[in-house]
């Protein structure tokens, strides 16, 4: 089932509001049920797409950290000096995880 524009516009607000489910269902008077299936549909859809790896030059001054931004609205901040190693084999679980 493909999700309509409408309601990826809607998890996509969600997810950057702050807010529990039931809440921003009240506040947009969203039926919380169709809510709830519509974001099962969203995040099977997202757990059978591969990630998208955006390449970066980072130059010195190294930040202080690294931010990765998740699909579902998690957030990961790790310190800039981990290596690169132990990152991949991160995110390798973190996609292993969502199939």
Aim: aromatic fraction near 8%.
């Amino acid at each position: 089932m493909a999700l309509s524009a409408h309601w990826k516009n809607y998890i996509e607000t969600w997810q950057s509001s702050g807010l529990s489910q039931a809440a921003y269902c009240r506040q947009q008077s969203l039926n919380a049920q169709s809510f709830s299936n519509q974001l099962h549909a969203f995040r099977s859809q997202c757990a059978t797409q591969s990630p998208t790896l955006i390449p970066v030059q980072i130059q010195d001054p190294l930040p202080e950290s690294i931010v990765l931004q998740l699909v579902e609205g998690h957030r990961l901040e790790l310190r800039a000096s981990v290596s690169a190693q132990w990152l991949a084999e991160l995110l390798r679980c973190l996609v292993l995880s969502q199939r």
